[in-house]
């Protein structure tokens, strides 16, 4: 079922894990995708893909942003998908973690939302996804201080923005993931120094016994980018395997 037909999509921190599964899910249901990260190496793979363009994009910076969606044109669903996970409590926390997780995690949808809400405005109507977490909106892990903080500001984006503009014909609504499998958690866990029982602490947090796929929640961003859930708006979607039951 091609769904999206018609539709154009710009998702950021598209070359692994969770964006890129959104990617290669909204180009199959027929939507154009501008997938944008800040590694070019990590979108080499995706530019061949049906529906699909690539661009190199930082969302730090706000130039880049203007530009890539003044070159992008209509915009119809937006997907969030950049940031970044700080380990430790308040205590192990250093003020510049703090800095550039808020920056990447937050200010960057700020940036992406400014730029594209004029023009879905004009258009009558887009559908924002934001990238939260369980972590934060919902629930406090131990030691995700600043991840959890910078989570639930996520939350608070999404409602105002979803308030604002709802008589404009914008959506927004966040995906609230558990854990999920990507080059970044396995990369976290090999940090810890112990891989093996790392990974067991995060299964053993899902009351389904394992941790989640890209493609799960890839479905979820597919779901919120249709015209099937035209009637959602300023909603926080967990999908995290029961943990917040």
Known sequence: ??????QRALITAAGQGIGRASVLRLAEEGAEV????????????????KGVTT????????????A???????????FNCAGVVHAGDIMASTESEWDFAFDLNCKAMYRMIRAVLPGMVAQGGGSI?????????LTAPPNRFIYSASKAAVG?????????????????NAVCPGTVDSPSLHQRLKDTGNYEAA?????????????GKPEEIA??????????????????????????I
């Open 1 to 6: 079922m091609q769904r999206l037909l018609g």
């Open 34 to 49: 501008i997938a944008t990260d800040v590694n070019e190496a990590a979108l080499a793979d995706l530019a061949g893909v």
């Open 55 to 66: 661009r190199v994009l930082n969302v730090l910076d706000g130039a880049a942003i203007t």
């Open 68 to 78: 890539a969606v003044a070159e992008a044109g209509r915009i119809d669903v937006l």
């Open 129 to 137: 996804i934001n990238m939260a977490s369980v972590a934060g909106p």
């Open 156 to 172: 608070g984006i999404t409602k105002s923005v979803a308030q604002d503009y709802v008589k404009q014909g914008i959506r927004c």
């Open 199 to 211: 990974m067991e602490a995060f299964i053993a947090r899902q009351p389904m016994g394992r941790i």
């Open 219 to 244: 479905a979820m961003v597919a779901y919120l980018a249709a015209p099937e859930s035209a009637y959602t708006t300023g909603q926080l979607f967990a999908l995290d395997g029961g943990w917040t």
